[in-house]
């Protein structure tokens, strides 16, 4: 049998299952979407979950208790793996950031990361050669901000699915570009600063790793950088090699 890992996050619901032969697989969906996205899924040896949404926890345990799979290693905070998050509190630290720098610690790297996950929220974390998360920032992430805009001034039209005009122009004519954008601009470029206030400590020597579902929306404009997708994934996949090791 196999090994699963599965990552709760905010807004969607991703997993990697891991069979003995080296053969992987993996998916995601929307949070409303569990029971049928785990349906087809055969039963492993061991499992571990990230959780930062609660309350859909007891759907999947009861798909873990329905199928009889085994009892889960559950990550849902940095205080679940006190060795590595060095935060002024791990209890209130995500899990999803906690995993991602022990992913890192875990890629026999020789420097220190500016790890960056742009998910519903975009984190701009530091973390030494050995895998530890030191601190970071949390910013809205590119659906955050467009939602929020939304909400704030729902007067305003929708934005505009298309490119925005170049990053040199001065401005836009039309409003909905415009507001695409704007959008653009501050993620971007907000995402930029925090990475330059992370990295004025770490040293100019810290690899830039992008994570997340919005990675693309930063890879281009953040060089020197590396794209790493699912790092929670990867996180939860060296505990259970660290417990089958020890």
């Known amino acids: 049998m196999g090994t699963l890992v599965i990552d709760i996050g905010n807004t969607r619901l991703a997993w990697r299952l891991r069979e003995p032969s080296g053969v992987v697989s993996g998916g995601s969906a929307s949070h409303a979407a569990i029971a049928d996205a785990l349906s087809s899924l055969p039963r492993v040896e061991a499992i571990a979950i990230s959780s930062v949404q609660r309350s859909h926890e007891g759907e999947l345990q009861q798909w873990i208790d329905a199928t009889h799979q085994p009892l889960p290693i559950w990550i849902r905070s940095g205080a679940d793996l006190?060795?590595?998050?060095?935060?002024?509190?791990?209890h209130r630290t995500?899990?999803?950031?906690?995993?991602?720098?022990?992913?890192?610690?875990?890629?026999?790297?020789?420097?220190?990361?500016?790890?960056?996950?742009?998910?519903?929220?975009?984190?701009?974390?530091?973390?030494?050669?050995?895998?530890?998360?030191?601190?970071?920032w949390i910013a809205p992430g590119w659906s955050a901000l467009q939602l929020g805009l939304q909400q704030a001034a729902p007067a305003l039209p929708q934005m505009s699915e298309e490119q925005s005009e170049e990053?040199?122009?001065?401005?836009?004519?039309?409003?909905?570009?415009?507001?695409?954008?704007?959008?653009?601009?501050?993620?971007?470029?907000?995402?930029?600063?925090?990475?330059?206030?992370?990295?004025?400590?770490?040293?100019?020597?810290?690899?830039?790793?992008?994570?997340g579902g919005d990675a693309d929306r930063l890879l281009s404009a953040l060089q020197p950088a590396r794209s790493q997708p699912d790092?929670?994934?990867?996180g939860l996949e060296r505990i259970l090699e660290s417990r089958n090791h020890g």
């Open 167 to 211: 990053a040199s122009a001065p401005w836009s004519g039309e409003t909905s570009r415009a507001i695409r954008g704007g959008i653009e601009s501050m993620f971007v470029e907000g995402v930029l600063g925090l990475r330059r206030r992370v990295e004025a400590e770490l040293g100019k020597d810290a690899t830039t790793v992008i994570t």
């Open 231 to 234: 790092m929670v994934l990867d």
């Open 82 to 90: 006190p060795s590595t998050v060095k935060t002024d509190e791990p």
């Open 94 to 136: 995500g899990a999803d950031r906690a995993l991602c720098a022990f992913a890192w610690g875990g890629a026999d790297e020789q420097g220190p990361a500016i790890i960056i996950d742009a998910g519903t929220a975009v984190t701009v974390d530091a973390v030494n050669p050995s895998g530890q998360l030191l601190g970071g």
